[in-house]
C-alpha cells in the first residue's frame, strides 16, 4: 500500500458535501451517545432521592461523604474507562467498539438500579462508568473521521445538540418521578431504567454505520478502506441527484495528505509534536471539568442552597436543563467559521462571568437566566472541545490519546466533586463559582497560548 493510494481515499472523504448521508451517520452515532449522557446527567438528579431513601445519607468513604461518593464512583468509573481501554477503539475498530460500550452500559446500569445498599450502588455504578468512558472517546473519534473536513464543527456541534437533547428529559424524569414513588418503586430506580434502555437501539444503530475508512487505512486495510469510501460516495451522490439529476460529486483534494498504515504506540504522545498538545490538553481537562459538572452535576443541591426546597429545586434545575441542546445548537451557524481553540477561550470566559453572576443572585427569575446562560456557555465549550481533542492526533492512536487527556477530567471530576462540597460548606455558593472562575482563567490561558489552529485542515495534515 503505498501513500499516494491512502491519500486517494482521504482526499475523496475530505471532498464530500455536507449532505443527507453525511448528517445520517452523525445523527447514529448521536443517538447512541444520547443514552451515554442520560446517564451521565442523571447524577445530579437522583442524588436527593438516594438521600431520602437513607442509601447514601450517612455514607463515608474516606474524604468522600454522602452525595459525593455516588459522584466519585461516576466519574472514577469514567476514568478508567478512558484511561485504561480508550485503546479499544484503536485496535479492534470504532463499529464494533461503539456498539459493545453502550451494551456494557445499558446492563451494568439496570442492575444498579436494583442496588439498595451503598456499595452495590457505587460500586456498579463505577461499572458502567467504565462503559460510557470507552464510548464517549469511540464517538468523538468515529465522528471525526467519517466527516469532511469543512464539516467537522459543525459535525460535533449537531452531535452535541442530539446528545444534550435528553438532558431536559432527564431532569422532567427527575422532578415528577424522584420525589415519588410510582408502583410502590422508588422514584429513582425508574429515571435510572431508562437510560437503561439504551440496549434496545444498539443493533438498529449499528446497521446504519460503516467502519471508518481511515481507521481501516491506518491498519494496513487499503481494499476495505477503498470499499466502504465507496460505498459512502454512492449514497452521497444519489442524495445529490435526487435535488438535481446531473450533480456529480465535487473533485478529489488535490493536496490530500496521506494516512499511512502505522502502528500506533502509546509514547508517541510524549514526542514533539504531539507532546506539547498532550500536556496543553490535560491541563485544560482537568480545568474545564471544575467548570462544566461544579455546575451541571450540582445544580439542584446550589438551587436548594439559596433556599428552595427538593421539588422547587428540581423543578428550577429543569427549567434551567431546557437550555443544554441550545447551546451546540445556537452555534451551529459559526463552529466552522471560529477558529476552534478562540471559542473554547470565548467559552471559558463567559463560564467564568457567568458563574459569577449567578452566585451574586437572589430572585429566581434571575437565578434560571444566569443558570441557563451558564449552561450556554459550558455547552458551546463542550461540542467545541471534543472536536478541537479530537483532530489533535494520528488515527493510528486517537482514541488512546483522546482517551489520557480525556481521562484527566474524569480524575478532576472526582475530586471536583469533593472540592466543590468543601467550597459550599466554606463560603456557599459564591466561594463555589470564585473556585470555578479560577479553573476557567486557566483553561484561557492552556488554549489561547498554546493551542495549533486546526479548522478546516485535514486530519492527516493536522496530525504531522
Known amino acids: 500500500m503505498t501513500e499516494s493510494q491512502t491519500a486517494a481515499i482521504t482526499a475523496r472523504l475530505d471532498r464530500l458535501p455536507a449532505s443527507r448521508t453525511i448528517w445520517v451517520m452523525v445523527a447514529l452515532l448521536s443517538i447512541g451517545g444520547m443514552f451515554e449522557f442520560y446517564d451521565l446527567f442523571f447524577t445530579a438528579y437522583v442524588v436527593p432521592g438516594l438521600v431520602r431513601d437513607g442509601i447514601l445519607a450517612h455514607v463515608r468513604l ?5 452525595p459525593a461518593t455516588f459522584v466519585a464512583a461516576t466519574f472514577g468509573g469514567l476514568f478508567i474507562g478512558t484511561i485504561g481501554f480508550g485503546f479499544v477503539a484503536d485496535r479492534f475498530g470504532r463499529r464494533s467498539v461503539f456498539t459493545l460500550s453502550l451494551l456494557w452500559y445499558s446492563v451494568c446500569t439496570a442492575i444498579m438500579a436494583t442496588q439498595s445498599h451503598a456499595f452495590g450502588l457505587n460500586l456498579w455504578r463505577l461499572i458502567a462508568g467504565i462503559g460510557i468512558g470507552v464510548e464517549l472517546v469511540t464517538i ?97 451522490l444519489a442524495d445529490l441527484t435526487r435535488a438535481n439529476p446531473a450533480a456529480t460529486l465535487p473533485p478529489p483534494l488535490a493536496d490530500a495528505a496521506a494516512e499511512l498504515p502505522e502502528t500506533g504506540r502509546f509514547s508517541e504522545i510524549w514526542a514533539p509534536p504531539l507532546r506539547r498538545r498532550t500536556l496543553m490538553m490535560v491541563v485544560f481537562q482537568f480545568c474545564q471539568t471544575i467548570g462544566f459538572y461544579g455546575f451541571a452535576s450540582w445544580v439542584p443541591t446550589l438551587i436548594a442552597q439559596k433556599g428552595i426546597n427538593l421539588s422547587g429545586s428540581l423543578q428550577y434545575a429543569f427549567i434551567i436543563a431546557l437550555a443544554n441542546p441550545v447551546g451546540p445548537l445556537l452555534a451551529l451557524g459559526i463552529a466552522d467559521r471560529i477558529e476552534r481553540k478562540w471559542l473554547l477561550v470565548a467559552a471559558a470566559g463567559a463560564i467564568a462571568l457567568c458563574g459569577l453572576a449567578f452566585a451574586a443572585q ?4 434571575m ?8 449552561t450556554l456557555a459550558n455547552n458551546i465549550l463542550s461540542f467545541t472541545f471534543h472536536a478541537y481533542q479530537s483532530e489533535l492526533f494520528p488515527t493510528r492512536i486517537r482514541a488512546r490519546a483522546v482517551g489520557f487527556v480525556y481521562s484527566w477530567s474524569r480524575l478532576s471530576a472526582v475530586f471536583a466533586s469533593f472540592m466543590i462540597a468543601f467550597f459550599l460548606k466554606l463560603g456557599g455558593v459564591p466561594a463555589v463559582f470564585v473556585f470555578i472562575a479560577g479553573a476557567m482563567a486557566i483553561v484561557m490561558i492552556a488554549i489561547g497560548g498554546f493551542g495549533p489552529n486546526t479548522r478546516g485542515r485535514q486530519l492527516e495534515a493536522i496530525s504531522r
Open 367 to 374: 437565578l434560571i437566566l444566569f443558570g441557563v446562560l451558564l
Open 62 to 66: 474516606g474524604i468522600f461523604a454522602g
Open 140 to 236: 468523538d473519534s468515529y465522528i471525526a473521521e467519517l466527516v469532511p473536513k469543512d464539516v467537522r464543527g459543525r459535525a460535533f456541534a449537531f452531535n452535541q445538540t442530539v446528545q444534550f437533547a435528553v438532558v431536559p428529559l432527564v431532569a422532567l424524569l427527575a422532578w415528577k418521578l424522584v420525589p415519588r414513588a410510582p408502583l410502590g418503586i422508588a422514584g429513582w430506580r425508574w429515571v435510572v431504567l431508562v437510560g437503561a434502555a439504551g440496549a434496545l437501539f444498539v443493533w438498529l444503530l449499528r446497521r446504519g454505520l460503516p467502519e471508518s475508512p481511515r481507521w481501516l487505512l491506518a491498519r494496513g486495510r487499503l481494499a476495505e478502506a477503498a470499499a466502504v469510501t465507496d460505498a459512502i460516495e454512492a449514497r452521497v
Open 362 to 365: 437572589s430572585e429566581v427569575p
